[in-house]
């Protein structure tokens, strides 16, 4: 069989509206990747088994990997890269402080995760934040410090949105006192 | 990897969609969700020329406790208040499929198609290549009962035998138009053939009686993991009762037999009767009495027949309030 022809999507991705030329088989993932040049988001299983290519398109989170291009026209996809804003997002900077990232593969997927939560529920309770990033597989730090990542970001959120309360800003610097 | 070459169509209605598949035949696949499908693509597992998209489909999305659209979204119909309010066996039951990522993009009617599996199948074109395929792939012998002319792979969704005990029907279009058949009778044997969609035809609905409401229903799953895997056995009970007295119930067992397994005729001896731990006990034994399960999946037949009895105990004792109903469908 003759392979069937790339056609040409548009879709936003962090903010920037981009054109590329897909085959109907191309995943998203690979277009992100060797496309757009938009690393971040990783490979590890291509079996929707690990969650670390997860994205978000429009607002929801899901697997890149498993995600066909094609679907993505006129989507609004938001990917690891799309978070700083020029600053680290507090995920970021708590998965860092938290000890919650080492090798750092699964990071991206793990984040994005946490971050569709976080978008949809500010205060999420452990179970909560358990049962959001059950389909992100880390091998490498255990999870007790991501569910405390992502608890240290949501109480920095909440904090933000109260930016004059210093003093519980720095009480949550002293029970998190890992930064380096 | 990279998916083997295909041709997309997305079609935009129901009608669209019917002719697509009536024109490419045994040459397309419908995707959803694409949860499993693509990941047996990538596997190069029946792979087709033309895939025929559903997501565009906005009559197949929608959905509320009396029917729902085979394109809703798993998570979406796992978090609705209604459906918590008044079908919680279902949020229950969604809530153990697959993971909270591919819940996102997974459908219902994805779910119900999912394909059957085993593991001399399930597995990519260079594993599969070195014992010469099987049945379902490229082979032409059973790599699990020898000599077997019939595919013997297994049924794993998890929410056709929730669905079935509740009396759910589906709606069917096809070139002829559509029809509606009980979701009991939607699956048929052996692991290739699988249901009975024909030529052309699509799952458009599912349809839930309002009697169901009144039923008290469980469902229990084993799987190796607590999150991403696979049934290995799903026991799902719906029953009528008054207090501890079983006045009606239904049985299905997901993940033993190629298609869900209804175990009806293993229990009709116990309607009528109170259920305490000792009845319960023995609907299970009777349950698992008999089964044949192969050995084709992550855990052995002998332990799967055994939690075949103590999940179907577990579930009687839940449905008429002996314990407290499992916060999550697992264990
Ligand atoms: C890591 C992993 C773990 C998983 N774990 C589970 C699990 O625990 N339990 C479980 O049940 N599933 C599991 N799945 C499978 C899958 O995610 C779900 O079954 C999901 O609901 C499938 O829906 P989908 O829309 O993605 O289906 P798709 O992949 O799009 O389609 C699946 C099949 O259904 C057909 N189909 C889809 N819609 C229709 C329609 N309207 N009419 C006719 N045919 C249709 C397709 O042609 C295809 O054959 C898992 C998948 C992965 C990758
Ligand atoms: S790479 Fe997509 S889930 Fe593993
Ligand atoms: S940090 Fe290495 S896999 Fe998670």
Not at chain 1, 21 to 29: E, K, M, Q, T
Request: aromatic residues 6%; glycine residues 8%; contains cysteine.
């Amino acid at each position: 069989m003759s392979q069937p022809p790339k056609e040409v999507i548009k879709f936003e991705v962090n903010g920037r509206t981009v054109e590329v030329a897909v085959r109907p088989y191309d995943v998203l993932l690979d277009v992100l990747r060797n496309e757009l040049d938009l690393i971040g988001t990783k490979r590890g299983c291509d079996q929707g088994s690990c969650g670390c290519c997860a994205i978000h398109m429009d607002g929801r989170p899901v697997l890149s990997c498993l995600t066909l291009a094609k679907w993505a026209a006129g989507k609004k996809i938001t990917t690891i890269e799309g978070l700083a804003n020029p600053e680290p997002h507090p995920l970021q900077t708590a998965f860092e402080t938290c000890g919650a990232t080492q090798c750092g593969f699964c990071t991206p997927g793990f984040i994005m995760s946490a971050k569709a939560l976080l978008d949809r529920n500010a205060e999420p309770d452990e179970a909560t934040i358990k049962e959001h990033i059950s389909g992100n597989v880390c091998r490498c730090t255990g999870y007790l410090q991501i569910v405390e990542a992502v608890q240290k970001a949501s109480e920095e959120l909440l904090e933000k949105d109260r930016p004059h309360d210093a003093s519980v800003v720095e009480r949550n610097r002293q029970t998190h006192p890992a930064g380096r | 990897m990279i998916l083997p070459p295909f041709t997309l169509h997305e079609p935009k209605t129901v009608d669209e969609a019917v002719a697509l598949k009536t024109k490419f035949g045994k040459d397309a696949d419908f995707v959803a969700g694409g949860t499993d499908l693509l990941c047996n693509y990538k596997y190069e597992i029946n792979a087709k020329p033309h895939v025929i998209s559903l997501g565009t489909v906005t009559e197949l999305k929608s959905f509320d406790t009396t029917r729902i659209g085979a394109g809703a979204l798993l998570d979406d119909v796992m978090t609705d208040s209604g459906m918590r309010r008044d079908l919680p066996v279902i949020p229950a039951a969604i809530g153990v499929i697959s993971s909270h990522l591919l819940r996102q993009t997974g459908t219902v009617g994805g779910n119900l198609m999912v394909d059957t599996r085993c593991f001399w199948f399930n597995q990519s074109k260079f594993w599969r290549d070195s014992i010469s395929g099987c049945l379902k792939s490229e082979g032409d012998a059973c790599r699990v009962v020898w000599g077997a002319k019939e595919c013997v792979a297994v049924y794993s969704g998890d929410l056709a035998p929730v669905l079935i005990t509740l009396g759910a029907s589906v709606t069917i279009a096809g070139p002829k138009g559509r029809r509606v058949v009980p979701l009991g009778e939607f699956y048929e044997h052996d692991g290739i053939k699988r249901h009975v969609l024909g030529e052309g035809e699509l799952l458009v609905e599912i349809r839930i009686p309002t009697e169901a409401r009144t039923w008290k229903a469980s469902y229990r799953k084993l799987r190796t993991r607590e999150s991403f895997d696979f049934p290995v056995l799903g026991v799902a009970v719906a029953a009528k009762v008054d207090g501890d007295l079983l006045l009606d119930a239904h049985v299905n067992l997901g993940a033993v037999h190629t298609t869900p397994l209804s175990r009806d005729g293993a229990i009709s001896q116990f309607i009528g009767k109170r259920i305490d731990e000792a009845t319960a006990s023995e609907i299970g034994e009777a349950v698992a009495d008999g089964l044949v399960i192969h050995n084709n999946t992550a855990m052995t037949p002998a332990y799967r027949r055994k939690m075949v009895a103590v999940f179907t105990k577990r579930c009687f004792l839940d449905v008429t309030g002996k314990r407290a109903v499992a916060e999550t469908a697992s264990r």
